[in-house]
């Protein structure tokens, strides 16, 4: 019983130095690892997900039985134990049992009677795993349902009752048996031997601190004295111990350096923050405040009235350059001429209705070829250089799915059919945008039905010739905004420069009326 004592004396030590060890102050030193260690520890720049979790401690009082070739009257016994998460899912675990059963099998007949008592001493090394952690609703579990296996190396030491089927250990070697003295007088001496061990058990957290539970744990000896932990070698398998009982345990560690358990933690948990993370820069990046079609990032003037044209920037455009922007301008692509003057809307108060001039005409484009590639690097662009031609405002806006000309759009038709009154000879590219909802086969045919509209205006109010009018489609193909449902990219534009440029054909399904 001397050895038993001495053994356990120094398990508890042992786990009890370890204990101390945990939170211990680094030593002071000037390194320059240790002093960045320490300045990120005060500002708080680890992640939490990154920090190192906390060590769980664990005491136990059990009750201990035996399964042999006696009947167990049970017993008793304590336990502490180590902790240590892995990940969400798997953790390691240390185990130090002393445990005292006892068994009585009375036949009346003192000879023939079996009883024993057992002091048991075990360490053991667990692999655990948390059994409620799959699933991937809530954050912070309340309960943690466990199992767990290892194996192990154990002390024992039995006290038996000999008899008449028993030789050895202190019984004396007759066939009568030898006489019950003082209830025991055969002995089993402890020697080492090792054991499988299997568990499990449900903790139940209180606080990041401590948690309470209950837990059961079965020990398989092996070795020639597999079947003699209760003394006797009547059975046909080996004498298997037990124990279960209540657990308190603590959670050791600084709580600004270390995390929670993580078995604690739902397994998901860090992919749902990183999915809640993803869709707040979503958000940020696409909002736009103003409605203008122009996300808040990249928005110059994050605040321009409702209705308001704006450039690829944000900004409100006065596309003719007299002072009034687009949004308030009835002629708004209509520049007024030298000596000419315009009221608040825009509009040339006294007109000089001399037609336009190819030079003068030639002279509108040069200077808004200059504009755009002077300011291309700011990506202010009124006018958008592709490789079928050259781009440039005035642009027709639309509503979402809609294609019939909005009647504040009236005003800029007339200034277009003035132009091509003025110059016989020009033709324009009349083509036609979506934005990119819906799919490819719908929004072709609605941008084509916008560019149609917008050709059957300047030819039934303006008396534009209809081969003047070159009507061109691209559907979603060539977005300025890359947002799925921005203003900007539901337009009409008007091309010129264009050699040889082709009408596209209807797409398939779209009633062309007559004259078209």
Known sequence: MKLIKTSLTGLLLCICGALSAQGTPLPTTTSPDSTMAVGMAEEGALNKRDQPSMLEIG???????LSGDVTSKGGFGGGIHLRKSLDHLFSLRVDGVFAVSKGDDETGDNSNNRRFETNWLSGTGYGVVTLNNFTFKGDIRNMNLFMMAG???????????CNG????????????????EEGRNGEIDQSFRTHAAFGTGINFRINERFNIGAEYQVYVPFGNRADLVDGYDDGDFRDVQHVAGIALNFNIGNPNTHTEPRYWTNAFTPVKEDIATLNRRVDEVT???????IADAVDQEPNTPAGATVDSRGRTLDSDSDGVPDFRDKEPFFPPRVGEVVDADGVVVERIDAPLSEDEVQTMIDNSLSTAM???DQKDITRINTPGGAIYLPMLYFPLNGSNIQYEDYGMLASIARVLDANPGMRLIVRGYTDRTGDMEYNQKLSYRRALNVINHL????SIARDRLILQYRGEDEAIVPLDRSRVNRRVEFLTGVPDAQEDPAPEGVEVPEGN
């Open 59 to 65: 005491i136990s009082p059990y009750y201990s039985w």
């Open 151 to 161: 194996a192990g190396g154990n002390f024992y030491a039995t006290e038996f009752q």
């Open 165 to 180: 089927n028993v030789r050895g250990n202190g019984c004396a070697s007759n066939p009568n048996g030898s006489p019950f």
């Open 287 to 293: 909002t736009d405040t103003d409605n203008d079609g």
């Open 374 to 376: 002077s300011e291309r």
């Open 459 to 462: 030819v039934d109010n303006f």
